[in-house]
Nanobody, 119 residues
């Protein structure tokens, strides 16, 4: 069973930076796409950023220019560097990995890490 373990969340002041990590129990190159989603209190889970096995990235409009997703294949870890954080970035951040085979697609989720942006 694939395990994704997030870490690095915490309390940060507005305008600050934080990096969250997602360590996978399997080789991340085996996943077609990995990404970060977030869920704020009372809201639905939303896409933050994704990165493909080929290194292509995609970002939600709300985080473009502030957040950067990256991957370290040797460490089987995906990162999300978050800069210029604002209170509306407060949420539980979830790691996601998708493995696609002909006729089927399986998604895996971590348990999340809480990011709180507050003064």
């Amino acid at each position: 069973q694939v395990q994704l373990v997030e870490s690095g969340g915490g309390l940060v002041q507005p305008g600050g930076s934080l990096r969250v990590s997602c360590a996978a129990s399997e080789r991340i190159g085996s996943f077609n796409v990995m990404g970060w989603y977030r869920q704020a209190p009372g809201k639905q889970r939303e896409l933050v950023a994704t990165i493909t096995s080929g290194g292509s990235t995609n970002y939600a409009d709300s985080v473009k220019g502030r957040f950067t997703i990256s991957r370290d294949n040797a460490k089987n870890t995906v990162y999300l560097q978050m800069n210029s954080l604002a209170p509306e970035d407060t949420a539980v951040y979830y790691c996601n990995a998708v493995r696609t085979k002909p006729g089927t697609s399986v998604a895996y989720w971590g348990k999340g890490t809480l990011v709180t942006v507050s003064s």
